[in-house]
């Protein structure tokens, strides 16, 4: 599904989020809070969009990604990351080989979410920190209502306008209202190992970002 959307895939999630997602990244890149020669794993990473901000930083970071079309249609656009294809469940390094890890509203299309977050920390090294952002569940009940029913009405038609396949989209927001609330996925980050888990909410709730330590 996403080798299908992955030639305009930053350009659908730019329109369907109203611009959002630019901000949503620059706090993710403050929270990952990357340095000159540390390692990054940008799970999830796509085109690798997201990892830009890091590899600005002077760090070493590995755009990660299920999807070959999605590398592919990256590596064509920035040639010189290290792009590899790898599964959240299985991930192909060594234990203890990154500062930190970090996935971009890709947590929730992995399909056992338990072993990806136990993967995460495996590759983590001690003192390292894992960043997720994900779609979560807006704290204002009334803007809650209003946000369901977009994703359910406004976004399948605005996707048939700008993407490739607008099916994809239509799973995207059946998952995101599937997915576990703020306080869940917390929970879910202590029992993969993770301490001092704690979680901002971006515009509203309708974002989340989570963050957790490896002590050890």
């Not at 990256?74 to 990154?98: N, S, V």
């Not at 869940?184 to 309708?206: P, T």
Request: net charge positive; aromatic share 10%; glycine share 6%.
């Amino acid at each position: 599904m996403f080798d299908d959307v992955a030639e305009r895939y930053d350009l659908t999630n730019d329109v369907l989020s109203l611009g959002q997602d630019r901000r949503w990244r620059k706090e993710v890149a403050k929270a990952v809070d990357a340095r000159p020669a540390q390692k990054v794993l940008d799970l999830a990473a796509g085109t690798g969009t997201s990892s830009l901000p890091f590899a600005r930083t002077g760090a070493y970071v590995v755009p990660c990604d299920f999807s070959q079309g999605m590398l592919r249609v990256g590596k064509q656009r920035q040639p010189w990351l290290p792009y590899t294809a790898g599964d959240a469940t299985r991930l192909p390094f060594k234990d203890d080989t990154f500062d930190a890890v970090t996935i971009s509203f890709g947590l929730r299309n992995v399909q056992d979410t338990d072993a990806a977050l136990r993967e995460m920390y495996r590759v983590t090294r001690p003192g390292g920190r894992v960043v997720i952002c994900e779609f979560s569940h807006p704290t204002w009940a009334p803007f809650r209502t209003v946000y369901t029913e977009y994703l359910m009405r406004a976004l399948p038609p605005v996707a048939r306008a700008v993407s490739s396949n607008p099916d994809a989209y239509v799973y995207l927001a059946e998952s995101i209202r599937a997915w576990p609330d703020q306080p869940a996925l917390a929970e879910r980050l202590g029992k993969a190992g993770w301490s001092r888990v704690a979680w901002r909410n971006l515009s509203g709730g309708i974002v989340a970002l989570h963050r957790g330590f490896k002590d050890s």
